[in-house]
Nanobody, 117 residues
Framework: QVQLVESGGGLVQPGGSLRLSCVASGFIFSDNAMDWYRQAPGKEREFVARIGSSGSTYYADSVKGRFTISRDNAKNTAYLQMNSLKPEDTAIYYC???????????WGQGTQVTVSS
């Protein structure tokens, strides 16, 4: 079964940085794209970034230039480097594999990011 374990969130001041990690299992990691999503209180879950199996990347306009997605296939891990954080970035951050999201509808527990003075 698919497992997705996010970590690395926390409380940070505006302008600060965090790096999130997502350890995945239950599928062939290297063959699959990996996405990051986030969900703020009272809001719908929104797309943040994608890294393809080839290493290509795509970002939501709201984070472009500030966030960087990467992956380490040997560790079955996707990362999200978050710089120049803003209060609007406060949310629970989730990773997923698009193919397995469609297949199962499964989400992990997420990791909380709070940007506040």
């Amino acid at each position: 079964q698919v497992q997705l374990v996010e970590s690395g969130g926390g409380l940070v001041q505006p302008g600060g940085s965090l790096r999130l990690s997502c350890v995945a299992s239950g599928f062939i990691f290297s063959d699959n794209a990996m996405d990051w999503y986030r969900q703020a209180p009272g809001k719908e879950r929104e797309f943040v970034a994608r890294i393809g199996s080839s290493g290509s990347t795509y970002y939501a306009d709201s984070v472009k230039g500030r966030f960087t997605i990467s992956r380490d296939n040997a560790k079955n891990t996707a990362y999200l480097q978050m710089n120049s954080l803003k209060p609007e970035d406060t949310a629970i951050y989730y990773c997923n594999s698009p193919n397995h999201l469609v297949r199962t509808g499964y989400w992990g527990q997420g990791t909380q990011v709070t940007v506040s003075s």
